[in-house]
C-alpha cells in the first residue's frame, strides 16, 4: 500500500471527491468543517507533514478555494476546501500543528479569508500602512485601495 | 585677517583630506534579493579588500560617512531607510548599488514596491549591474570619493 | 526574580545579517523569555507579479527572489511549467541543471560557513572561506558569465552549455575546494573557541524537528531523513544520486557538519556529472501559452525543501504561482527555541538555520512566553544593573 492510498483511507469519511491530478498527488475535496478532524486524522496517523497553504481566488465561481498541502516523501496530499467568496471563513489547524501559523497568516492578509482561533492573527508580511480590507492576492486587487486615505 | 582666512582654507582641505581618504560606510538593504547584497560582502573579503582603501564596513549609521542602498524600496523599508538617512552625520553620501535600486529593476509595479532609492533620499552615485560585480562597487565608492575631494567636504 | 522584562530590539538595519530583519528580544538578565521577528522589509509583492507577467518575464522575476539561491528557484519554476505544458527536455539540459544547482550549493554552504563564523566572532574563519569560496564564483561566472543571477534556465531547457575545457577548470576548482573543505571540517569539530559557540547550542531533537517541520540541514542536523534529492529526485537526480547526510546531535555544531559534509556529496555529484555529461541538445521546444492545469514543484534547495505551486489557466500568463521558501518552515521553531537561551547565543541560533529574508520575503513570528512585557527606559535598566551586582556582592 503506498502512503497515498494509506492517506485516501484516512480520508475516507470526509472526502467528498478524490483526484488524482498527476502521479505522486491525490487531491480530496472536504467540506470546510470537517478540516480540523481531517487533519487531526493524518496527524494522528503521522502521515507527513504541512508543506504549505494556498490560496486561489476565483471570482467566476464566487469561491475563494484553500488548499493544505502535505508532504511525505515524493508524495502531495492536497485537502481542497471551497469557501465562499464573500465573508470566507475556516477553522485554524493550529491545535493540531503549531507550524501552521505563518501559513495561515499569511492567508489571512492575502485573501481575506478569516481563520478563526488563529494563534496570532497580526499582519505577517503587508507593511503598517496598508488599507485593512484589500487583499493582495485576490483577482480584482488593485493597487491604488491599498494606500490609506 | 589674512591668516584666519588662511588658516580656514587649511582646516577644510585637511577635513576634506581626512573624510575621503578613510569614510566608513553602512549598508541598507531596502528590499533587495540579497545578491547585491553579498556582492557588498565580498567587497570587504580578501580577494577584494576594500578596506585597502581605508573603507571600513561597519554597523552604525551614526558613525558612517557612505549609505550603500540596495534593492527596490518596499513600503515598509521606506520609512527605515528615511530615518537611516537623517540618523547619519553630515556631509554624507549615498550609492546605490544595483538596477532594483537605480530603477527598481524587475520589480517595478510590483504592489509593495516604491519604487527606487532615489525616489527616497538623494543619490549621489550609481553603480549597475544585477548583481555588479565587487570590483564595480568598489569603482564607485572610489569615484564617489574623487567626486567629493574635487568638490571638498569640509562642512 | 522580577517578573517585568526589558526588549533589545535589534534591526531591520544591523551589522550581523546582510539583509533586513527586525528582532526584538526580551530578557531577564541574559536569559532570552521572548523573541520576535518582523521581517516584511524585503516583501515585494512578487506572487501577485507573476500573474500579471508572461511565463517568460515571470521565470525573470522569479529569479530574483533571492540571489543565493537563484538558480534553485528557476528551477523549480521551469520543471513545474515544463511538466504542465507537457515539454519533454533533453537529459543534458537537466543535467546542467542539476550541475550549477550543486555548484550554487557549495557557494551557499560556504557562504553560509562565513556568515556563521562571524557571529561566532571567529572572523578569520569567516575571510577564509569566502576567499575560497571565490573560486565556485569563478567556476560560476565561467560557466554562465555572472556571479550571481546566473539565469542558466529557460524554460525547456538551460541556456549554457559546457565543453571538455570548461569541465577541466571546474574539476579544478572542485579539487581545491575539496581539499579546504576537509580543512573546515577539521576546524569547526576542533577548534575550542568554536565548538564553545556551536556544541550543545540550540539543540532540535528528532521528534522536536519533525513537529516543528523543520526542513533542509536543519532537520537533517537532528536526524530527519528529509532530503527531495533522495526521496524524489526530480531534474537529473535519478541518473546522479546523492546520499543524504545525516548527523544525530541536532545542535548548532551537527547543522555545521551536516553543511560541511553535504559539500563532499556535491563535490561528488558534480565530477560524476562531468564524466557522464549526456549528450544531445540543451533545449526543448516550448509553447507560448501553456495548456490548464495544476502542479506541485518541489526542489531542494541549499536551505531545505523548497515548494512551488503552479496554476494554469491556459494562456500566456499564471493563473496563481505560490512559493513557499524553506526560510519560512525553520524560522518560527527558531525562535521558539531561543527561549531559555542566552542573549549572546542569538546571532548564532539564527545563523544556524541560515536564514534567508528576500526569499521568505515576509513574516512576523511572536513566541512570548507567558505575562506581557513592559519596556524599560534607560534609567531602570541602570538601575536593575546595579540592583544585581549588589546582590552578587
Known sequence: MTALEQAQGLLAAWAQETRTPEAGRLDVVIAPEKLVAATTALFDARWGYLAGITGLDAPKSGQIEVLYHFCAGAYVLTLRIALAREKPSIASICSVIPAASMFERELAEMFGVAVVGTPDPSRLFLPDDWQDGVYPLRKDFAEEASHAE | ?155 | MPSERFVIPIGPQHPALKEPGHFEFSVEGERVTGATVRLGYAHRGIEKACEERNWVQSLYLLERICGICSHIHTTAYCLGVERLAGVEVPPRAQAIRVLIAELERVHSHLLWLGVAAHEAGFDTLFMYSWRDRETVMDVLEGLTGNRVNYSANVLGGVKYDLDEARAETIRKGVDYLEARTYYYLELVVHDPVFVQRTRGIGTVTREQAEWLGLVGPAARASNVARDLRVESPYAAYDLFPVQMVLETAGDLEARVSVRLKELFESYRVIRTILDKLPTGEIKGRMPKKVREGETVSRVEAPRGELFYFIKSNGTDKAERVKVRTPTLCNLAPMMTLAIGHQLADMPMLLAGVDPCFSCNDRSIVVRNAQEAETRWTWEQLRRYGIEVYKCKR
Open chain 2, 1 to 155: 585677517m589674512r591668516l584666519e582666512e588662511l588658516w580656514e582654507q587649511l582646516e577644510a582641505r585637511l577635513a576634506t583630506w581626512g573624510r575621503t581618504h578613510s569614510p566608513w560606510a553602512v549598508h541598507f538593504n531596502s528590499g533587495s534579493c540579497n545578491g547585491c547584497d553579498i556582492e557588498i560582502l565580498a567587497t570587504i573579503t580578501p580577494r577584494y579588500d576594500l578596506e585597502r582603501f581605508g573603507v571600513k564596513i561597519q554597523g552604525s549609521p551614526r558613525h558612517a560617512d557612505i549609505l550603500v542602498c540596495t534593492g527596490p524600496v518596499t513600503r515598509q523599508a521606506r520609512e527605515r531607510l528615511l530615518r537611516i538617512y537623517e540618523q547619519m552625520p553630515s556631509p554624507k553620501f549615498v550609492l546605490a548599488v544595483g538596477t532594483c535600486a537605480i530603477s527598481g529593476g524587475v520589480f517595478q509595479g510590483c504592489y509593495n514596491v516604491v519604487g527606487r532609492v532615489d525616489a527616497v533620499i538623494p543619490v549621489d552615485m550609481y553603480v549597475p549591474g544585477c548583481p555588479p560585480r565587487p570590483e564595480a562597487i568598489i569603482d564607485g565608492i572610489l569615484k564617489l570619493l574623487e567626486k567629493a575631494q574635487a568638490e571638498g567636504v569640509a562642512t
